[in-house]
C-alpha cells in the first residue's frame, strides 16, 4: 500500500505531508531551503530541459508529454523504486512547483509510483 499526494512547493508545508521530494530539475523562484522544507530533491526525476521547455505547460501537448516524460523515466528504476519504498513506509508528497496543477510531472510520477505500488513491479508503463 502506498501513500502518495503531491503539493505545490509554495504551499505551507504540513508535518501530515510526510517525506517531501521536488520533483523540478530547476529550483522554484524566489524560495529558500528552509522555505521549502524539503527531505529530497530528486533532479534525475524530473524531465530534461528539453521536455520542459516543449511542453511549455500546454495542456494541448499534456498526453504526448506524459508519453515522452514516461520515456524519459525508462532508465531511472533505482531512483523510482528508492520513492516507492518510501511510499510504502509512509507518507510521500512529491512536490512540484509549475501553477498548472493538472498538467505537471508531479502527476505523472504519481501515476507511476501508484501503479507499481500495488503490483511490485518496476517500469514506467512504456513499452
Known amino acids: 500500500m502506498t501513500d502518495i499526494q503531491i503539493k505545490r512547493v509554495y504551499e505551507q508545508p504540513a508535518p501530515t505531508d510526510g517525506y517531501r521530494v521536488l520533483v523540478d530539475r530547476?529550483?522554484?523562484r524566489g524560495l529558500s531551503k528552509e522555505q521549502a522544507?524539503?527531505?529530497?530533491?530528486?533532479?534525475d526525476l524530473?524531465?530534461?530541459t528539453a521536455l520542459r521547455k516543449w511542453f511549455a505547460h500546454d495542456p494541448a501537448r499534456w498526453q504526448e508529454f506524459q508519453k515522452r516524460y514516461r520515456a524519459e523515466?525508462?532508465?531511472?528504476?533505482?531512483?523510482?523504486?528508492?520513492?516507492?519504498?518510501r511510499a510504502r513506509k509512509g507518507r510521500?508528497?512529491?512536490v512540484y512547483g509549475a501553477r498548472d496543477t493538472?498538467?505537471?510531472q508531479a502527476q505523472v510520477l504519481k501515476q507511476i509510483l501508484e501503479s507499481q505500488g500495488g503490483t511490485g513491479t518496476r517500469g514506467t508503463g512504456t513499452k
Open 46 to 48: 524530473a524531465p530534461s
Open 92 to 94: 510521500l508528497t512529491l
Open 102 to 104: 493538472s498538467h505537471n
Open 37 to 43: 522544507a524539503l527531505d529530497q530533491w530528486a533532479r
Open 73 to 85: 523515466l525508462a532508465d531511472q528504476t533505482h531512483e523510482l523504486d528508492e520513492l516507492l519504498r
Open 26 to 28: 530547476i529550483w522554484p
